[in-house]
């Protein structure tokens, strides 16, 4: 059974490939790549997808992602949160590990990845806790759920205060070659913030989430990074701070890295103006001077992964007074054309090629996932992008369960139109 996607801009950053080609794909794996464009052998039963216009790329990979199972399926369920993730061009995500129960023992990675395997159409990976129930306390039984099948470690939700307790997870997480990542906020600087402190917490008055709650964690993460040598992975950075700490420690050779998510650069602390609880996420909205940073970060290559953070939760949870609501934004299906719209085609901070790497080979080798490739043999996902299609947000039209997103009705500009997981169409536009 062979597959012909033809015709399309093939970009592969891991494979040096940027050009017009064929991708040739049999029982679900890559089995060739032609840019040669020689006389191809057309087979009976070969399915042949046109993609000419369009961009080929190795399946997009979401690093930050919330399924609400086990335990809260009534804001996602796998099934439902891997059909989101497909319709956002998404052939795998990394799942964070605070469901209810967490994912702190192996017998909860187990049965996430059984559930995947028999309802989710792109590939689930993942997390573990670093401590027993994202308390922060004790660490979890690390080894037995890297042989259950985690990817990293995260207590996402929540971040371990004591420095000492991080530094035994960073040198016990070693030991299993696993990359940590963590939400970066200090309790007692942010204690009862639900929005950046600055001119807008004071004019509304709502308790501030100052930017130096995320960034002395950043701090910490850097100097506990260079003494242990284990890989942290800052969550979510929203604060311009956070980057200059960052691209200070990469200079010197620290193994530190971050990531961004789309509305910390689309949007800013003036949004909750209207009080609307579909601005509410954490870390929070912050300021033009945070989005200028943030976006020369990933100019410059300081910040090298893009992900969501989709954080699903009810209407009935998000219907209720600006600081009583759950933090957390829908994402999956929005991302692809934020980050388009925004990074490439407004700002031009990043090429094509690099956009393509952030969701790939960047996330894939952070974690060491075998994806991220078209190398010929690797797992045929693939995801198919139109980088210039203009199209509206409705999340009316969204698969997730939920609807908390402050995108609805933004016109963007880039999609994508196909998602392929392992040489099968799961979703196309
Ligand atoms: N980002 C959020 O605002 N919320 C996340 C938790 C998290 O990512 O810290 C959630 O689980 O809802
Ligand atoms: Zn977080
Ligand atoms: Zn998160």
């Given at each position: 059974m062979t597959t012909l996607i033809t015709n399309g801009h093939i970009i592969d950053p891991a494979n040096g490939i940027d050009r017009?080609?064929?991708?040739y794909i049999t029982d679900g794996k890559i089995a060739k790549i032609d840019l040669e464009g020689s006389a191809r052998h057309v087979e009976k039963d070969e399915t042949i997808i046109d993609a000419t216009g369009l961009v080929v790329t190795p399946g997009l990979i979401d690093l930050h992602v919330h399924f609400r199972e086990p335990g809260q399926s009534a804001k996602e369920t796998i099934a439902t949160g891997a059909k989101a993730a497909a319709a956002g061009g998404f052939t795998s995500v990394v799942c964070m590990p605070n469901t209810a129960p967490s994912v702190d023992s192996p017998s909860v990675v187990t049965w996430i990845l059984e559930k995947a395997k028999a309802e989710a159409c792109v590939n689930v990976f993942p997390t573990g806790a670093i401590t027993k129930g994202i308390a922060g306390e004790e660490l979890a039984p690390i080894g037995s759920m890297r042989k259950a099948g985690i990817v990293a470690l995260t207590d996402d939700g929540h971040c371990i205060q004591n420095p000492e307790i991080m530094r035994r997870a960073l040198e016990y997480a070693r030991m299993f070659n696993l990359t940590v990542m963590d939400h970066c906020q200090d309790y007692a600087l942010v204690g009862k913030g639900v929005m950046h402190e600055g001119y807008w917490s004071t004019v509304l008055g709502l308790p501030g989430w100052p930017a130096l709650g995320e960034e002395i964690i950043v701090s910490r993460n850097a100097q506990l990074a260079e003494l242990t040598g284990t890989a942290i992975h800052c969550q979510h950075l929203s604060s311009g701070g956070s980057v200059r700490i960052l691209r200070e420690a990469r200079s010197r050779g620290v193994p530190i890295s971050g990531e961004i998510c789309p509305h910390h650069i689309a949007l800013t602390d003036e949004s909750i103006r209207t009080y609307d609880t579909n601005f509410k996420m954490n870390p929070p909205l912050r300021t033009q001077?945070?989005?200028?940073?943030?976006?020369?970060?990933?100019?410059?290559?300081?910040?090298?992964?893009?992900?969501?953070?989709?954080?699903?939760?009810?209407?009935?949870?998000?219907?209720?007074?600006?600081?009583?609501?759950?933090?957390?934004?829908?994402?999956l299906e929005t991302e692809v054309g934020l980050f388009l719209d925004i990074l490439m085609h407004k700002k031009k901070a990043i090429s094509l090629a690099r956009f393509v790497a952030m969701f790939t080979i960047e996330p894939a080798r952070l974690l060491g996932l075998d994806r991220g490739t078209l190398s010929v043999g690797a797992p045929a996902?693939?995801?198919?992008?139109?980088?210039?299609?203009?199209?509206?947000?409705?999340?009316?039209?969204?698969?997730?369960?939920?609807?908390?997103?402050?995108?609805?009705?933004?016109?963007?500009?880039?999609?994508?139109?196909?998602?392929?997981?392992?040489?099968?169409?799961v979703w196309s536009s």
């Open positions: 017009v080609g064929d991708v001077r945070d989005i200028d940073l943030l976006i020369e970060g990933v100019a410059d290559g300081t910040i090298t992964v893009l992900a969501s953070d989709h954080a699903p939760h009810c209407s009935y949870e998000k219907e209720v007074e600006f600081d009583q609501a759950p933090f957390g934004i829908l994402g996902d693939i995801t198919l992008l139109d980088p210039d299609r203009e199209w509206t947000v409705d999340k009316e039209q969204s698969f997730s369960r939920s609807r908390n997103t402050p995108f609805q009705g933004w016109q963007l500009k880039g999609r994508a139109v196909r998602t392929i997981v392992g040489g099968e169409t």
